[in-house]
């Protein structure tokens, strides 16, 4: 079963952890230690050896030591040390005074093959029911004759020093190390409650926000949870805009619809029904106008939670060719000045909401030309939209983006698609501005930052 809350899952991996961890540092203290009395002990040995060498002496052809040496340790029982030397057929030469209540005497064969002279070889082997340290040193010793003699110099160390001073460290290494534990988990325990102290403020926030008490999440957090936190306040204002957009649009589109409403319940036929007829069709119009402007007032915002890279010049040839059918009896030439690498980020309904609202503007007033170019500067797309038209005056361009403003009534149209336009690059916190154009008639330009430019070769 898994644990059910977070601090479980850390105290859990913790505790599997630690002993882990406490074992593999016990079990590398332990090796370097054993490395470390083996080594001392080879010194130790290796000391005996040459005070041997010292008082061996060559007689003819006989090597000869004394029968009581000044060492305590050679002449002891007790001491746990015996010396031997060897001829190279096995024979014993000599034998030190601590070896005399040994009964079971080294042979020649345990030191491996002869002779290795000038090297000292160390090993352990069970000795007398006990681990016990080997050691033999082969000698050449140089006759008054000039020849020279094999022989080995052997010694015999039982390993009870070792294994003492091994266990008693075995045994304060353990303690250490479970007291360790337990001050790590003690530790651990206190530093996750301390560490999760932040989650559990985060909590209490959400609960009051849930309760009402307060509007978004409130106060300071870690860095990591602060970053969380903001983005988390981000989204509960994004959606307390999008409920309060919602509600407006909602109002306003009730309110807009009253007058054509009004209109056609008070709209007679007396001249004829092809005068009705206009009027139903002229509020018809404008209704959905209305209804279209709201509905997207109402969302843009909300789109561009999803975002991607839109093609800019893909988007104008699609709506390009739809505009040339409809104004197909003015012949509109449309020229792109709009590279292929050119991408808006965003959602694409809006960018197909702007730019057909744009040039559909263009090919009402224009002449026969318009020209779309596109660039991307500090990461912002510019979209300029020119007609050879007769332009706005700039006394009007501030007016002509509010909702409702028409500068040309013998033009169909409620005068709501710059608005729309308008808003929606608002939403991307970018803008539309209007300019008197190069070829004589209006420019339109449009400001979308978050674009990029790059090759896809």
């Known amino acids: 079963m898994k644990p059910a809350t ?6 859990l991996g913790t505790l599997l952890a630690l002993p882990l961890l406490l074992l593999i540092t016990g079990a590398a203290l332990d090796k370097a230690v054993r490395n470390s009395l ?10 005996y050896f040459y005070l041997l060498f010292s008082v061996a002496e060559m007689r003819g052809a006989e090597l000869e030591l004394p029968s009581t040496l000044i060492e305590p340790d050679l002449e002891q029982p007790s001491s746990g040390l015996a010396a031997f030397v060897y001829r190279a057929d096995g ?8 070896s005399v209540l040994n009964e079971n005497l080294p042979a020649l064969g345990d030191f491996g093959p002869y002779p290795r002279p000038g090297q000292m070889q160390i090993s352990q082997r069970r000795h007398q029911n006990s681990q016990a340290f080997f050691a033999s040193f082969d000698v050449l010793w140089e006759t008054a004759s000039g020849a020279t003699l094999p022989f080995r110099f052997a010694l015999v160390h039982t390993g009870e020093s070792y294994y003492s001073a091994l266990s008693a460290f075995r045994t304060t290494m353990i303690r250490w190390l479970l ?6 988990i003690l530790l651990q325990i206190g530093l996750l409650s301390w560490a999760l102290r932040p989650l559990r403020t985060l909590a209490q926030s959400l609960s009051k926000m849930q309760s009402g008490e307060t509007r978004t999440l409130t106060g300071r957090y870690p860095h990591e949870i602060q970053r969380v936190v903001d983005r988390l306040n981000r989204v509960l204002q994004s959606e307390a805009r999008l409920r309060k957009r919602y509600r407006n649009s ?5 309110h807009s619809l009253k007058t054509p409403l009004a209109v056609l319940h008070n709209a007679n036929a007396p001249q004829g029904a092809e005068d009705y007829a206009r009027q139903i069709r002229e509020q018809v119009e404008r209704m959905d106008q209305v209804v279209k402007y709201q509905l997207q007032r109402a969302v843009s915002e909300h789109s561009q939670g999803s975002q991607t890279q839109v093609s800019v010049i893909n988007v104008c040839e699609r709506l390009g060719k739809s505009l040339q059918k409809i104004y197909r009896d003015k012949g509109i030439s449309l020229a792109l000045d709009i590279d292929k690498h050119t991408r808006f980020v965003g959602d694409e309904q809006d960018l197909m909401e702007i730019m057909g609202n744009l040039l559909d503007n263009a090919f009402k ?10 660039k991307v500067k500090d990461a912002k797309l510019l979209i300029n939209v020119d007609d050879d038209g007769d332009g706005i005056a700039e006394s009007l361009r501030a007016s002509s983006v509010e909702r409702g403003q028409r500068l040309d009534t013998s033009k169909p149209g409620q005068g709501i698609g710059l608005a729309i336009c308008a808003d929606i690059a608002a939403g991307y916190h970018g803008g539309l501005e209007i300019a008197r154009s190069p070829m004589g008639g209006a420019r339109f330009t449009v400001a979308l930052p978050g674009a990029v430019a790059r090759s896809d070769d």
């Open 250 to 254: 909602l109002g306003d589109l009730a």
């Open 179 to 184: 007291a360790a534990l337990v001050v790590m």
């Open 38 to 47: 083996i080594a001392a002990e080879q010194v130790r040995l290796e000391r």
């Open 6 to 11: 977070l601090k479980a899952r850390l105290s």
């Open 91 to 98: 024979s014993l030469v000599w034998r030190s005074g601590s």
């Open 365 to 374: 007033y224009g002449h026969s030309q318009v020209t779309v170019s596109a």
